[in-house]
Protein backbone atom coordinates (compact mmCIF):
# COMPACT_ATOMS: atom_id res chain seq x y z
CA UNK A 1 0.00 0.00 0.00
CA UNK A 2 1.47 3.86 -1.09
CA UNK A 3 0.11 7.04 0.81
CA UNK A 4 0.54 9.94 -0.63
CA UNK A 5 0.56 12.80 2.05
CA UNK A 6 -0.72 15.61 0.23
CA UNK A 7 -4.40 13.41 -1.02
CA UNK A 8 -3.90 11.22 2.34
CA UNK A 9 -4.73 8.27 -0.14
CA UNK A 10 -4.50 4.97 0.14
CA UNK A 11 -3.66 2.78 -3.23
CA UNK A 12 -3.49 -1.00 -3.31
CA UNK A 13 -3.41 -3.30 -6.40
CA UNK A 14 -5.39 -6.92 -6.81
CA UNK A 15 -4.66 -9.44 -8.97
CA UNK A 16 -5.45 -12.95 -9.02
CA UNK A 17 -5.38 -15.44 -12.16
CA UNK A 18 -6.35 -18.18 -10.73
CA UNK A 19 -10.19 -19.66 -11.90
CA UNK A 20 -13.00 -18.95 -9.45
CA UNK A 21 -14.00 -21.69 -7.14
CA UNK A 22 -17.22 -22.26 -6.35
CA UNK A 23 -18.55 -25.15 -4.43
CA UNK A 24 -22.49 -25.23 -5.11
CA UNK A 25 -23.90 -25.32 -8.91
CA UNK A 26 -26.53 -22.67 -7.80
CA UNK A 27 -23.60 -19.78 -6.47
CA UNK A 28 -21.70 -20.93 -10.01
CA UNK A 29 -24.58 -20.23 -11.94
CA UNK A 30 -25.41 -16.59 -10.09
CA UNK A 31 -21.60 -16.05 -10.11
CA UNK A 32 -21.06 -16.28 -14.34
CA UNK A 33 -24.48 -14.47 -14.44
CA UNK A 34 -23.18 -11.22 -12.22
CA UNK A 35 -19.72 -11.60 -14.28
CA UNK A 36 -21.10 -11.27 -17.95
CA UNK A 37 -24.08 -8.93 -16.85
CA UNK A 38 -24.30 -5.91 -19.13
CA UNK A 39 -24.83 -2.52 -19.12
CA UNK A 40 -28.69 -2.11 -19.42
CA UNK A 41 -31.53 0.38 -17.90
CA UNK A 42 -32.69 -0.85 -14.54
CA UNK A 43 -35.46 0.66 -12.13
CA UNK A 44 -33.92 2.11 -8.90
CA UNK A 45 -34.59 0.15 -5.33
CA UNK A 46 -37.56 2.93 -3.27
CA UNK A 47 -33.79 3.01 -0.91
CA UNK A 48 -31.76 4.47 -3.78
CA UNK A 49 -34.48 6.41 -4.16
CA UNK A 50 -34.90 8.02 -0.65
CA UNK A 51 -30.58 7.66 -0.44
CA UNK A 52 -30.60 9.94 -3.88
CA UNK A 53 -33.35 12.35 -2.93
CA UNK A 54 -30.91 14.84 -1.21
CA UNK A 55 -29.17 15.25 -4.67
CA UNK A 56 -32.31 16.11 -6.39
CA UNK A 57 -34.20 17.97 -4.19
CA UNK A 58 -36.74 15.30 -2.96
CA UNK A 59 -37.90 11.72 -3.95
CA UNK A 60 -40.48 13.26 -6.72
CA UNK A 61 -37.64 14.25 -8.35
CA UNK A 62 -35.31 11.45 -8.73
CA UNK A 63 -35.70 9.54 -11.50
CA UNK A 64 -37.19 6.40 -11.32
CA UNK A 65 -34.66 4.39 -13.77
CA UNK A 66 -31.07 4.46 -14.10
CA UNK A 67 -28.49 2.70 -16.44
CA UNK A 68 -25.97 0.46 -15.13
CA UNK A 69 -23.04 -0.22 -16.18
CA UNK A 70 -22.71 -4.37 -15.74
CA UNK A 71 -19.86 -6.05 -14.40
CA UNK A 72 -19.31 -7.95 -17.63
CA UNK A 73 -19.19 -4.75 -19.48
CA UNK A 74 -16.55 -3.25 -16.88
CA UNK A 75 -14.53 -6.48 -17.16
CA UNK A 76 -14.09 -5.85 -20.57
CA UNK A 77 -12.58 -2.72 -20.01
CA UNK A 78 -8.22 -2.22 -20.84
CA UNK A 79 -8.22 -0.79 -17.75
CA UNK A 80 -10.12 -0.27 -13.94
CA UNK A 81 -10.00 1.73 -11.32
CA UNK A 82 -12.26 1.42 -8.14
CA UNK A 83 -12.73 4.78 -6.30
CA UNK A 84 -13.83 4.91 -2.71
CA UNK A 85 -14.22 7.39 0.16
CA UNK A 86 -15.56 7.90 3.43
CA UNK A 87 -15.77 5.43 6.43
CA UNK A 88 -19.23 4.60 5.07
CA UNK A 89 -17.65 2.49 1.84
CA UNK A 90 -15.01 0.65 4.45
CA UNK A 91 -17.09 -2.75 4.90
CA UNK A 92 -17.68 -3.35 1.36
CA UNK A 93 -14.30 -2.31 0.37
CA UNK A 94 -13.00 -4.89 2.67
CA UNK A 95 -16.15 -7.22 1.20
CA UNK A 96 -14.72 -6.68 -2.02
CA UNK A 97 -10.81 -7.08 -1.25
CA UNK A 98 -11.15 -9.71 1.33
CA UNK A 99 -14.03 -12.01 1.21
CA UNK A 100 -14.83 -14.50 -1.59
CA UNK A 101 -15.20 -13.28 -4.62
CA UNK A 102 -19.03 -13.61 -4.70
CA UNK A 103 -22.57 -11.82 -6.88
CA UNK A 104 -23.13 -10.47 -3.70
CA UNK A 105 -20.80 -7.86 -3.89
CA UNK A 106 -19.95 -7.53 -7.44
CA UNK A 107 -16.82 -5.48 -6.88
CA UNK A 108 -15.45 -8.92 -5.75
CA UNK A 109 -15.28 -9.48 -9.67
CA UNK A 110 -12.45 -6.87 -10.11
CA UNK A 111 -9.78 -8.94 -8.11
CA UNK A 112 -10.00 -11.19 -11.41
CA UNK A 113 -9.14 -8.55 -14.00
CA UNK A 114 -5.27 -8.06 -15.63
CA UNK A 115 -5.44 -4.57 -14.51
CA UNK A 116 -7.23 -3.34 -12.13
CA UNK A 117 -7.00 -0.71 -9.16
CA UNK A 118 -8.40 0.09 -6.09
CA UNK A 119 -7.76 3.56 -4.94
CA UNK A 120 -8.95 4.28 -1.55
CA UNK A 121 -8.93 6.99 1.24
CA UNK A 122 -8.06 5.74 5.05
CA UNK A 123 -10.84 5.96 6.05
CA UNK A 124 -12.24 3.29 3.36
CA UNK A 125 -9.35 1.24 3.74
CA UNK A 126 -9.77 1.34 7.48
CA UNK A 127 -11.17 -2.26 7.72
CA UNK A 128 -8.77 -3.97 5.61
CA UNK A 129 -6.23 -6.36 7.32
CA UNK A 130 -3.21 -4.89 5.24
Do not use: N
Amino acid sequence: MATSASTSLARARYHSSSPLRVAEPRACILTLVVQHTPTRLVHLHGQTIADAAGDFGGEDKVPKTAITMGVGTILHAKHVVLLAWGSKKAPIVKRAIEDEISDAVPASFLREHASSIFVLDREAAAELAL
